[in-house]
């Protein structure tokens, strides 16, 4: 019994040996692989945490972002176009005494050029002499122009004389313009009318301080002329044809011109900054 249980515990330990020899190396290759494993996981997984650039930045030159909408290109107020209305066999308003509206917006438009010349800006007039353009030739003039605003020169029939009143197209008189594709003609001042009002109030003030009894605000009016412009566009009406001569209107040209010619300048800054 006790050889048998010597025998067999000898041969049961041999067993048993080979057994627990194999196991243990088995476990303790196990424990070091997945310890190895474990230390090259825990370090794969922090190395990118521990330099990872911050969320949404660019990965890579490539992945640079760029803005949804490129800047807005910089305009400059270069021209004036300057629209002496009436002319030819359209003689405008005529007074009693023979003063017609459109010699006397012809004598304000060339001193006028004269004035805004001085600002370093640019000057068209739709016409020189005693033609008589259309309403669309005038506004395509104009319109061809880049960096431009028109004005229109009118004398009129009533009205306190030695007075002036400048006007803009009123919102909503011309229907919005679409979004896309070509502006209809008649739609081309739509866009243009908040400017349009900023240039009448500074024309509007300049000539309330040197023309009593005028408005100090400007007047909001549809213009047939100004409908058609795709560009801050005003119209300026000077009273008026019922004066018995000129010589009271050719007196007041100077000071409309130099008058026009400093709100254009104040106007300058405001559209440069793009209307702010
Ligand atoms: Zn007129």
């Known amino acids: 019994m006790g050889k048998h249980r010597v025998s067999r515990r000898r041969r049961d330990s041999g067993i048993l040996v080979n057994v627990r020899r194999r196991l243990i190396l088995f476990l303790f290759l196990f424990i070091v692989a997945a310890g190895q494993f474990l230390l090259a996981y825990a370090q794969t997984a922090q190395a990118p945490a521990a330099t990872a650039p911050e969320q949404g930045a660019p990965q890579t ?21 300057l629209d002496p209305a009436h002319g030819g066999a359209d003689q405008g308003a005529r007074g009693l005494s023979g003063i017609s509206e459109s010699d006397v917006v012809l004598t304000f438009a060339r001193l006028m050029r004269i004035s805004l010349e001085g600002q370093s800006l640019r000057v068209i007039l739709t016409r020189a002499a005693n033609e008589d353009p259309s309403f669309d030739d005038r506004s395509k003039t104009a319109n061809a122009q880049r960096g431009a605003i028109f004005i229109t020169l009118h004398v009129s029939s009533t009205g306190q004389p030695g007075t002036v009143r400048v006007y803009s197209e009123a919102p909503g008189t011309t229907p919005p313009a679409p979004r896309t594709g070509l502006i209809p003609w008649d ?21 309330a301080q040197r023309f009593r009894g005028s408005p100090e605000t400007p007047l909001l009016a549809p213009v ?30 100077p000071a409309i011109a130099d008058g ?13 900054s793009g209307g702010k």
Do not use: C, K, N, W
């Open 187 to 207: 739609r081309a001042q739509a866009g243009s009318v908040d400017l349009s009002r900023r240039l009448a109030e500074l024309i509007q003030i300049q000539m």
């Open 61 to 81: 030159p490539g992945q640079v972002p760029v803005p949804a909408q490129p800047a807005p290109p910089s305009h400059t107020l270069s021209m004036v176009v």
């Open 260 to 272: 026009v010619a400093r709100a254009v300048a104040a106007f300058r800054i405001i559209y440069e």
């Open 224 to 253: 047939r002329q100004l409908r058609t412009i795709a560009a801050p566009a005003v119209a300026i009406e000077v009273s008026s044809v019922s004066l018995p001569d000129r010589g009271p209107l050719d007196q007041m040209a």
